[in-house]
C-alpha cells in the first residue's frame, strides 16, 4: 500500500455524486439532500489526503472492498443483474460504521429507506 492511501469508503460516496445519474440520484431527490450538502459533510469529516497520480493502482481499504461485496448482495437479493448505483448506496448504507454511512444517515437517508424507495421506484418502470 501506499503509506496508507487507500480508496476509503467516503471517496466510492464522492464517485457516486460526482456520477450524479442513475436510481441513486432519484433517491437523494426524494429524500431531498443535495449533493452538495453531502459533498460539504464529507469533506468537513475527512482529513486531506495526500495527492496521488492517477497512473497508480491505489488499493481498497477494508470497508470499501465491504461496501462493494455488500452491494452485489443487495444487487443479487433484488435480482438484478448489474450492480448499479443504486446498489452502492444500499452497501454504503450496510455498512453502517463508515464515515460515509454516517454522513447519509446524519442526512437522513438510511438503510430501510432506500430499500423501500428502490422497491418503489422499479416497480415504476
Known amino acids: 500500500m501506499l503509506g496508507g492511501v487507500a480508496v476509503e469508503t467516503e471517496?466510492?460516496?464522492?464517485?457516486?455524486?460526482r456520477a450524479g445519474?442513475?436510481?441513486?440520484?432519484?433517491?437523494?431527490?426524494?429524500?431531498?439532500?443535495?449533493?452538495d450538502s453531502v459533498r460539504r459533510d464529507i469533506l468537513?469529516?475527512?482529513p486531506a489526503g495526500e495527492m496521488v497520480s492517477t497512473s497508480?493502482?491505489?488499493?481498497l481499504s477494508h470497508g470499501t472492498q465491504r461496501i462493494l461485496e455488500s452491494a452485489a448482495a443487495e444487487a443479487e437479493r433484488l435480482g438484478h443483474a448489474y450492480i448499479g448505483?443504486?446498489?452502492?448506496?444500499?452497501?454504503?448504507?450496510?455498512?453502517?460504521d463508515t464515515a460515509?454511512?454516517?454522513v447519509l444517515v446524519d442526512k437522513g437517508i438510511d438503510l430501510?429507506?432506500?430499500r423501500q424507495e428502490i422497491a418503489r421506484?422499479?416497480?415504476?418502470?
Open 85 to 96: 448505483t443504486e446498489h452502492l448506496l444500499l452497501g454504503i448504507l450496510c455498512e453502517s
Open 121 to 125: 421506484l422499479t416497480k415504476a418502470r
Open 56 to 59: 497508480v493502482e491505489i488499493p
Open 100 to 102: 460515509a454511512a454516517r
Open 21 to 35: 445519474r442513475g436510481l441513486s440520484s432519484r433517491l437523494f431527490e426524494r429524500a431531498q439532500v443535495s449533493f
Open 112 to 114: 430501510e429507506m432506500v
Open 11 to 17: 471517496h466510492l460516496l464522492l464517485g457516486l455524486l
Open 44 to 46: 468537513m469529516r475527512t
